[in-house]
């Protein structure tokens, strides 16, 4: 398994045990890993991926707004 897909896949496990249908946790996880692509790993010391499940989080929250 690579890093990437390692990630992605820890992305969609955090957010479906916070209560997010499927649907939302895979496209925020996507998002998360855009993030990911997207960060500088240096700056982070071993934060990058509390950094994408924020971003991650804060998608799916939007997701469940716009559908209610």
Same mark, same amino acid.
């Given at each position: 398994?690579r890093?990437?897909?390692?990630?992605?896949k820890?992305?969609?496990?955090?957010?479906? %045990?916070?209560?997010f249908?499927?649907?939302?946790?895979?496209? #925020?996880?996507?998002?998360?890993?855009a993030?990911?692509?997207? #960060?500088?790993? &240096?700056?982070? %010391?071993? %934060?990058?991926f509390?950094?994408?499940?924020s &971003? #991650?989080?804060?998608?799916?929250?939007?997701q469940?707004s %716009?559908?209610?």
């Open positions: 398994m890093p990437d897909e390692f990630i992605e820890n992305l969609i496990r955090e957010l479906e %045990k916070l209560g249908d499927d649907s939302a946790c895979h496209m #925020a996880a996507r998002e998360g890993m993030h990911f692509h997207r #960060a500088s790993r &240096v700056s982070m %010391k071993g %934060k990058l509390d950094e994408c499940l &971003v #991650a989080k804060s998608l799916a929250k939007k469940i %716009k559908r209610k």
